[in-house]
């Protein structure tokens, strides 16, 4: 199968949310410099960095970017590269990096990250990132805040005289993993 960059991106979004992560992006940049193919997030702020290659030379000229040569400044917690399956090999990775191997429209984990990479400048570089990216929604919906925005429900319930449409729970009945205290992130 013939892949572009576009598709193993989406691959990767999918892939990320079969791994449990509740907040996806995808080639949003942050102040680094870095822009991660895809990063999610799960429980307790755990982040998974997914970077897409579909050719040698983009894997090899992935050793240049500064993120890599300083490894601290990167995003995520875990790393993964994802390639079409023998593209890359695991021996040739960076320290603690996992392998995503695409093969149709199936991912599998070739090797897995270590799940502790990312420094405390690199969650500062997540929150930028994510900042950034609630600032591009905000941008979009204006007039409203982005505050009025998230009070969707709310206004749903005003207009129909109280209740919830049908199908709809209230901001505290929602499974929301990111507002628990109490959560961990999973090994």
Known sequence: MNYTHA????????WLRRYRCG??????????????????WKKACHSVL??????????????????RKNPENGVGCERYYLAPKGLVRADELPKGWGLLEAE??????????????RSAVGFQHEMNLLLAS???????IEPQSITDFLKW?????????????????????????FLNPNVIADS
Request: charged share 30%; net charge positive.
């Open 7 to 14: 598709k193993l991106v989406g691959m990767a979004v999918h």
């Open 23 to 40: 907040v996806v992006l995808s080639e949003q940049a942050c102040i680094s410099g870095e822009m991660p193919d895809a990063i999610g």
């Open 50 to 67: 997914v970077e897409c290659k579909i050719s040698r030379g983009d894997f090899i000229a992935d050793r240049d970017k500064e993120c």
């Open 104 to 117: 149709g429209q199936q991912i599998e984990i070739a090797r897995r990250s270590l799940k502790n990479l």
């Open 134 to 140: 609630l600032r591009r929604v905000e941008v979009r």
């Open 153 to 177: 429900k709310n206004r749903m319930a005003e207009y129909n005289r109280g209740a919830l449409p049908k199908g709809l729970e209230s901001v505290l009945e929602e499974s929301n993993l």
